[in-house]
């Protein structure tokens, strides 16, 4: 590993502490750099605050040293205003002399005007240090920008034997039936916190009345998005108590939206996916954790439109009932939960 490289991986260290809390900003670490020498370093803590440039600026004691130092950044400075002023500004500014970038922004505000600002101004930029690992880090934020739609993780717990849940108990309260054991359920939790929706369909809502929020674990909670073609959702049920944004798409005309329960009209008939995922792009959605029902995650799974898979496998068997989805576990690392196994599917491209 070489000298840039040393430097670009403490600024993925540092980004990594933004996780889930920068949206729609993507996450950023930079460190200032004097005779090999850490003497200033930040990140971007959460939208409408400090960019990571600004607090690794700031951190510097002896800021007549800026002016002979080189700032390393894990993602292209930016050029535009936004909520905050341009970084591009600040580093020539303080006329730091040297810019070592890991990965060109794919937003097109950006898109590698800040570095041509940067050469203009007389900046010696170098740029594409641990370049994959810098698009890895933020991954939802490219998707978002380059494929116009949410980055997707498909999640779901299955028995020993295949299957989603048991054969349906008529009068069965309605609840969700664990096939993972607590741990698991908690890190889906921390999993929630960390993707900006969660989406259902209409069969996991009416069995299991979900409340899709993070109350295992401190963070965020997900915008909801619920699948309700032909408004079968009860009123009372938790997805409808407006704690948390919420996402209705449906075929009816007269449903109005509330404050925080927003109604939106696709046509089930034609390409479903398209259509929401177009609607959860202009609310600005960058990613989506799939939890069910088996339709709905099937129905990605059909018209290979996800990112990566997420997959619990239990200790139970139930003999019968709804089946998992079928998926081809490709790209695939397996770790386990205690009593549960736990496989990550990556779709690459």
């Known amino acids: 590993m070489n000298k840039h490289e040393k430097y670009i991986k403490r600024c993925i260290e540092l980004a990594q502490n933004g996780f889930g809390t920068t949206y729609p900003n993507p996450m950023v670490g930079s460190v200032i750099v004097y005779e090999d020498k850490i003497i200033g370093e930040g990140w971007h803590k959460k939208a409408g605050e400090p960019h990571a440039e600004v607090n690794a600026v700031r951190s510097v004691k002896n800021k007549s040293l800026l002016k002979k130092a080189t700032i390393y950044v894990s993602l292209e400075p930016c050029s535009h205003f936004g909520k905050t002023p341009p970084c591009c500004d600040l580093i020539i500014a303080n006329e730091i002399p040297n810019v070592v970038v890991g990965t060109v922004d794919p937003n097109e505000k950006v898109a590698g005007r800040g570095i041509k600002k940067l050469i203009e101004a007389g900046a010696h930029v170098t740029v594409g240090i641990l370049e994959d690992e810098c698009n890895e880090l933020n991954k939802r934020f490219f998707t978002f920008h380059q494929k116009k739609r949410p980055y997707i993780i498909l999640k779901w717990a299955e028995s020993q034997?295949?299957?989603?849940?048991?054969?349906?108990?008529?009068?069965?309260?309605?609840?969700?039936?664990?096939?993972?054991?607590?741990?698991?359920?908690?890190?889906?939790?921390?999993?929630?916190?960390?993707?900006?929706?969660?989406?259902?369909?209409?069969?996991?809502?009416?069995?299991?009345?979900?409340?899709?929020?993070?109350?295992?674990?401190?963070?965020?909670?997900?915008?909801?998005?619920?699948?309700?073609?032909?408004?079968?959702?009860?009123?009372?049920?938790?997805?409808?108590?407006?704690?948390?944004?919420?996402?209705?798409?449906?075929?009816?005309?007269?449903?109005?939206?509330?404050?925080?329960?927003?109604?939106?009209?696709?046509?089930?008939?034609?390409?479903?996916?398209?259509?929401?995922?177009?609607?959860l792009y202009n609310h600005q959605i960058q990613s989506v954790i799939i939890e069910g029902g088996r339709q709905t995650l099937q129905s990605f799974i059909d018209q290979d439109i996800w990112d990566e898979a997420r997959v619990f496998i239990g200790t139970t068997s139930f003999e019968n009932g709804v089946k998992a989805p079928v998926i081809l576990k490709k790209n695939i690392t397996k770790t386990n939960i205690l009593t549960d196994e736990l496989l990550y599917i990556r779709n690459h491209d």
């Open 161 to 279: 034997d295949g299957f989603l849940a048991p054969e349906k108990v008529t009068d069965q309260e309605r609840k969700p039936i664990w096939i993972t054991n607590p741990y698991s359920r908690q890190l889906v939790h921390k999993w929630r916190s960390e993707e900006q929706a969660i989406l259902v369909g209409t069969q996991t809502v009416i069995d299991d009345n979900p409340k899709l929020n993070t109350r295992d674990w401190s963070g965020n909670n997900p915008v909801r998005v619920v699948l309700d073609q032909h408004n079968r959702v009860s009123k009372d049920s938790f997805v409808f108590d407006e704690s948390v944004k919420t996402i209705v798409f449906s075929n009816a005309d007269d449903i109005h939206s509330t404050e925080n329960t927003i109604f939106e009209k696709i046509d089930f008939n034609k390409n479903m996916i398209s259509q929401l995922l177009e609607v």
